[in-house]
């Protein structure tokens, strides 16, 4: 998944917006709260980085091309990298941002949940 394509699938989830923060990282919102950010750099292969459930956490974190996001996960965070080959296929990687982008959506309060009409 190339930058514009990940760019692309993040504003097709409800209630997104993106920022450039972090020296030129793509982080893309819901409500304010980060769900996904793309690299940190210009590498061929983009680092997309997402928020995950503790068992998607353990289970991921050992498979190749993917690890526990730098800083985040440090901090006792549960987000997993996307960095290298193998990885995840793309319909994986998808379902993972997704997934995320839902996680943290319930993290909203219920009335800023109902103002963006998530979870309803």
Not at 30 to 53: H, L, Q, R, Y
Request: overall charge neutral; hydrophobic content about 40%.
């Amino acid at each position: 998944m190339t930058y514009d394509e990940y760019d692309a699938f993040c504003a097709s989830l409800p209630a997104t917006t993106k920022v450039i923060q972090w020296g030129g990282a793509h982080v893309w919102k819901v409500g304010g709260k980060v769900f996904a950010i793309g690299g940190w750099n210009d590498d061929a292969k983009p680092a997309i980085t997402f928020k995950v459930s503790p068992l998607s956490y353990d289970i991921l974190s050992e498979l190749p091309g993917l690890r526990p996001a730098p800083y985040l996960a440090s901090r006792g965070m549960l987000w997993i990298q996307h960095y290298a080959e193998p990885g995840l296929s793309e319909e994986d990687l998808k379902d993972y941002i997704r997934e995320s982008h839902r996680i943290v959506s319930l993290g909203l309060t219920k009335k800023l949940q109902k103002e963006l009409g998530l979870n309803q």
